[in-house]
């Protein structure tokens, strides 16, 4: 009797497997978390020194969306970090999300799983960037000049207005940049590889 409860029980461990291999989400590559750090101030920097020089004070629709195709691509730029395309949205919160693109359309289809969030902790002067398992990493700023400017007082206000106070994030445990080691499955490489 123990030993057909046994086999059974082997059959159901051995059928889950299965079906989760076959039929089950579909896990994303890890990503280098200090890779999406690197890229994401380096995107912000860039495209903030692009609307001062333009003297944009407000940041319109339009320009939040020619600032994540930006983002986007500076995300799949060589050295590649991540071994399929990635998208990216910008949700309602200001987070920025990062999927698999597999088929290269900007648009996180339901097969298209998600690699990584990154939020701006405006209190604390830090982005922080979080995978798909909940591992975060943070990249803090020294003074307050990051967060000036028309697109991160954009961004700020859209957290807001979706609920997020300033002091949100002051719990969030994080490894810091410096300290990040990037997963085996993950790619290294980019603007500030071996920092």
């Given amino acids: 009797m123990f030993g057909n ?11 889950f497997v299965g079906y989760s291999m076959f039929f089950g989400d579909s896990k994303e590559q890890t990503a280098d978390l ?9 995107a912000l920097q ?3 020194g692009h609307l001062g020089n333009q003297g944009v004070t407000e940041v319109s629709e339009d320009q939040m969306t020619e600032f994540t195709r930006f983002y986007t691509s500076i995300l799949n730029s060589d050295p ?33 799983g998600k690699v990584f969030t990154v939020e701006i902790d405006e209190e604390n002067n830090r982005l922080i960037a979080t995978d798909a398992s909940g591992n975060s990493s943070g990249l803090r700023f ?7 400017g028309a697109l991160i007082g954009s961004l700020i206000g859209r957290q807001r207005a979706a609920g997020v106070s300033k002091g949100s994030f002051n719990n969030r445990k994080t490894t810091p940049r410096g300290n990040y080691r990037a997963p085996s499955s993950a790619r290294s490489g980019g603007p500030r590889s071996g920092k």
């Avoid at 200090?34 to 380096?42: A, K, N, P, S």
């Avoid at 020294?142 to 000036?148: D, E, I, R, W």
């Fill in 5 to 15: 409860i046994k086999t059974l029980a082997i059959v159901a461990v051995v059928g």
């Fill in 34 to 42: 200090g890779q999406v750090l690197d890229r994401t101030e380096y």
């Fill in 46 to 48: 860039e495209y903030q």
């Fill in 80 to 112: 590649r970090f991540y071994d399929n395309t990635l998208g990216l949205e910008v949700q309602k919160d200001a987070r920025f999300l990062g999927f698999a693109d597999a088929n290269g359309n900007g648009i996180q289809d339901s097969n298209e």
């Fill in 142 to 148: 020294s003074g307050t000049g990051f967060l000036a």
